[in-house]
């Protein structure tokens, strides 16, 4: 019969989320973390065999909570509610925030993800991507290159702009990063005569 675990995944992942929010990626160690957690180091690297494949988790995990919204907005053709899930998840997510939005994947683990990590990271590149693809298809009604980049811009570039700046000042976007985006929105989107 095994051991009892005292410590769960979901408790290192969020120590390491924790720490690299507030820190940056370089200060999530595995000793940091079991640190965090009041875990032996040993207990860390019982469910986790580097600290690259513990950062991979967590970025998965903050990419995947971020998209979920995003991609049923989308896919229910609401371009503008997609992009206003930026700011909102931004606010309900401070630190997952600070961590998706102010590094890049290859700062938090590098290209040595175990085989299961790297699909699963694929699938959230390849359905974004689909998501965006039927977006501007039901939008235009074909796929082209301009359609493609104004709908990129206007859901994803704008929001992303419009929210970085308080993400980096350590503070909540205010409710008129909202409409900013409404209006860039509609000004982007509008159909040409």
């Known amino acids: 019969m095994g051991r009892t675990a ?7 992942v ?33 469910r986790y065999l580097s600290r690259n494949t513990l950062l991979a988790e967590v970025w998965l995990r903050v990419i995947s909570s971020f998209q979920e919204a995003f991609l ?47 699909e699963k990271a694929r699938r959230i590149t390849r359905d974004l991507d689909c998501a965006v693809r039927n977006y501007v298809v039901r939008m235009s009604g074909k796929y082209d290159q301009e359609s493609a980049d104004r709908a990129v811009f206007a859901i994803i570039d704008v929001p992303y702009a419009a929210v970085i700046r ?6 909540k976007p205010p409710k008129k990063v909202d409409d900013y985006i409404r209006q860039t929105y509609s000004t982007i989107m509008r159909k040409e005569k």
């Not at 909102?88 to 299961?116: F, I, M, N, Q, T």
């Not at 308080?166 to 503070?171: D, E, K, S, T, W």
Request: charged share 20%; net charge negative.
């Open 72 to 118: 049923q907005t989308l896919d229910n053709g609401d371009g503008l509610a997609a992009a206003l899930h930026t700011p909102r998840w931004v606010r309900l997510h401070p630190a997952e925030a600070r961590l998706l939005l102010l590094y890049r994947r290859e700062e938090l683990a590098d290209g040595s993800w175990a085989d299961d990590l790297k």
């Open 14 to 46: 969020d120590a390491a989320l924790k720490i690299a929010a507030l820190q940056g990626p370089a200060a999530v160690t595995i000793a940091a973390v079991a640190g965090e957690v009041g875990a032996p180091v040993g207990s860390v690297y019982h």
């Open 166 to 171: 308080y993400i980096r000042l350590g503070r």
């Open 6 to 12: 005292y410590y769960t995944s979901e408790q290192f």
